[in-house]
T-cell receptor, first 112, second 116 residues
Framework: SQTIHQWPATLVQPVGSPLSLECTVEGTSNPNLYWYRQAAGRGLQLLFYSVGIGQISSEVPQNLSASRPQDRQFILSSKKLLLSDSGFYLC???????????FGPGTRLTVL | AQSVTQLDSQVPVFEEAPVELRCNYSSSVSVYLFWYVQYPNQGLQLLLKYLSGSTLVKSINGFEAEFNKSQTSFHLRKPSVHISDTAEYFCAVSENNAGNNRKLIWGLGTSLAVNP
């Protein structure tokens, strides 16, 4: 079965510091991968998605970036965090030709 | 353009009472429909989905939803809720002809609070 890991589970960072969040998946090959942000406990905002290694589509222009160095690894980064980057970051995968997305456990980011 | 509207941001209900969480969508093409549940500080879990076939779909924990094409709705229902059903519920839609780049359009969520 498919499994999604996100690391770290929680993170507290000062404004202006860099960020790297990691998502790894198991039990599937060549999935579509997604990064979402959920702010203030409500609503999902799609940040990036990837249909393959090195292929990244950005949905919202901002100071975040994403990379997919391996088929089952998706990384969310920032060079300098803003207060507004605080939120709950969710990684999701979609595979097998169906439209169903499955979510990881999330990373809670607090920027102070 | 697609959009999803969850008509109630909060739904308080007493334990063992029935509940309906409403979801309406707009799309010019045929769609797939999903309900997800999110417990505090956790990721989203797929509750149920409609892809094709029977318009009434059911989850293993007693929820059901009915796809109504004429009313463009996919309301979620449960005849008797438990305290453990307290969570955030999200409705989502995708076009079924979107090729490989399949994105979900999300509602803003409905917070279900089950009180004793």
């Amino acid at each position: 079965s498919q499994t999604i890991h996100q690391w770290p589970a929680t993170l507290v960072q000062p404004v202006g510091s860099p960020l790297s969040l990691e998502c790894t998946v198991e039990g599937t090959s060549n999935p579509n991968l997604y990064w979402y942000r959920q702010a203030a406990g409500r609503g999902l905002q799609l940040l990036f998605y990837s249909v393959g290694i090195g292929q990244i589509s950005s949905e919202v222009p901002q100071n975040l970036s994403a990379s997919r160095p391996q088929d089952r690894q998706f990384i969310l980064s920032s060079k300098k965090l803003l207060l507004s980057d605080s939120g709950f970051y969710l990684c999701a995968l979609q595979s097998g030709g169906a439209n169903t997305q499955y979510f990881g456990p999330g990373t809670r980011l607090t920027v102070l | 353009a697609q959009s999803v509207t969850q008509l109630d941001s909060q739904v308080p209900v007493f334990e063992e009472a029935p509940v309906e969480l409403r979801c309406n969508y707009s799309s010019s093409v045929s769609v797939y429909l999903f309900w997800y549940v999110q417990y505090p500080n956790q990721g989203l879990q797929l509750l149920l989905k409609y892809l094709s076939g029977s318009t009434l779909v059911k989850s293993i924990n007693g929820f059901e939803a009915e796809f109504n094409k004429s009313q463009t709705s996919f309301h979620l229902r449960k005849p008797s809720v438990h305290i453990s059903d307290t969570a955030e519920y999200f409705c989502a839609v995708s076009e079924n002809n979107a090729g490989n780049n399949r994105k979900l359009i999300w509602g803003l969520g409905t917070s279900l609070a089950v009180n004793p």
